[in-house]
């Protein structure tokens, strides 16, 4: 009887390390985007964590945005994510920042 408990108890322990290891590791996650229709970035703002991107504001993309993709267009705008030029916003994707 004895050997039973301690195959349970083994099993136990085994099933409970095994989940403790899989909960501990933290997962980096990666979008696979299927364009600019992709619903990740036309609704950018109902994601968890909000994917975030911006432009240069009066630059060519801003003015396409503001035309074809008004939804986009507000939620860059609303969050100010706009950038002085190119480099500053390399620079920002870089630092994880986009303000």
Known sequence: MSLVWAAFGL???AVY???LAAFMITRVQ???LSGIDDDRIQNSADQK???RFGTVEGGNTHETMKRNWHRMHEYVKAN????D???AG???VRKELTN
Not at 80 to 83: D, E, I, P
């Open 30 to 32: 990666f979008y696979d």
């Open 17 to 19: 390390t095994a989940n």
């Open 90 to 92: 390399i620079e920002a």
């Open 85 to 87: 030029n190119i480099s």
């Open 80 to 83: 100010n994510f706009f950038s």
């Open 11 to 13: 099993t136990f322990l």
């Open 49 to 51: 964590p909000a994917f």
